[in-house]
């Protein structure tokens, strides 16, 4: 089962667009992380949101915890080919397991 | 500074064969966790282990075990594959055991690419 919905599942944009992810989920997490897994890679934290509400901001990258703790996004501005990769949302709730979602596969195009 | 080391990167087995993947957590972490990432699926969790000494353990049968030894690397093996099995299995080193809260981030390795034929 999963926990965490990822949508979309899929993104090819153009440098320069803007485009947000989302993560949604019926259950509360005690925090939820995102990564960014490229080809032939293991996953890399971006970013670690704990409190409802919060935003992060990691360059063009905006990331923000929903009020409820049950849903995430991810905005990226002005996107460029470097981020082109497979994004990724893992919440935790008791227990050591992180809970994933299936990915969002993004293609930045020049 | 090394990060977390998985061997090898690529196997390839038979139905029936047993495996063993090994990891090596970053120097001063002490837990290490288990992940299988099937081909277009996140990460499923497997395993963590703490101080050698099994602290979780996710929804896969007892094919599937895991030993961390005294410098804090651990072992996945996992027995009677099955076609089923073929995976990127992932190992992830914390400082501490959890869930990677703000200050407990995972780090992962590159990962073991297993195909079952």
């Known amino acids: 089962t999963q926990l965490l919905e990822q949508s979309p599942q899929f993104l090819s944009i153009q440098e320069g667009e803007n485009l947000t992810v989302y993560c949604n989920s019926s259950?509360?997490?005690?925090?939820l992380q995102w990564y960014r897994q490229e080809p032939g890679e293991g996953p890399v934290l971006l970013v670690t949101?704990?409190?409802?509400?919060e935003v992060k901001k990691l360059k063009r990258l905006t990331f923000q915890f929903g009020d409820a703790r049950k849903d995430s996004s991810l905005h990226i501005t002005a996107a460029q080919p470097g981020d082109t990769g497979l994004y990724l949302c893992?919440?935790?709730?008791?227990?050591?397991?992180?809970?994933f979602g299936k990915g969002t596969s993004l293609l930045v195009t020049p | 500074d090394a990060g977390v080391t998985q061997s090898p990167t690529h196997l390839i087995k038979t139905r029936g064969q047993h495996v063993t993947l090994r990891c090596s957590p970053i120097s001063g972490h002490k837990s290490v966790s288990w992940y299988q990432q099937v081909l277009g699926q996140g990460p499923q969790f497997i395993f963590q282990?703490?101080?050698?000494?099994?602290?979780g353990r996710g929804n896969f049968p007892d094919r599937f075990s895991a030993r961390q030894f005294p410098n804090y690397s651990s072992e996945l093996n996992v027995n009677a594959l099955l076609l089923g099995d073929s995976a990127l299995y992932l190992c992830a080193s914390s400082l501490i055991p959890g869930t990677g809260g703000s200050n407990q981030p995972q780090h992962f390795g590159d990962g073991t690419r297993l195909s079952i034929l």
């Open positions: 949101v704990v409190t409802g509400g």
């Open positions: 259950s509360v997490f005690s925090s």
């Open positions: 893992a919440g935790a709730r008791s227990g050591y397991a992180l809970n």
């Open positions: 282990y703490y101080e050698k000494e099994e602290r």
